[in-house]
């Protein structure tokens, strides 16, 4: 887990997931939420100077196999 500072106007917690993760980050924003109790209080736009704490990225499973399934036999 990492702590960031918002520094700037109209940042929103889907914003800051998207800029330290990328396209990852989308999945985080419920775990953002659950790190971050008062985030919602707050509203969608993250006033200056808020310490938010980011989740750490989910293991990478792009290198595991899966299975095949065949539906013509």
Same mark, same amino acid.
């Given at each position: ?17 998207? /800029?330290?993760?990328? &396209? ?10 659950? =790190?971050?109790? !008062?985030? +919602? /209080?707050?509203?969608? &736009? ?10 750490? =990225?989910?293991? !990478?499973? +792009? ?11």
């Amino acid at each position: 887990m990492q702590t960031v500072i918002v520094r700037g106007e109209g940042i929103t917690l889907d914003l800051l997931l998207w /800029r330290a993760y990328g &396209v990852r980050g989308r999945s985080l924003l419920e775990s953002a939420l659950s =790190l971050n109790v !008062d985030m +919602a /209080r707050l509203g969608t &736009v993250i006033p200056m100077g808020t310490e938010v704490i980011l989740p750490d =990225l989910p293991p !990478d499973n +792009a290198g595991q196999p899966r299975e095949v399934v065949s539906l013509f036999g």
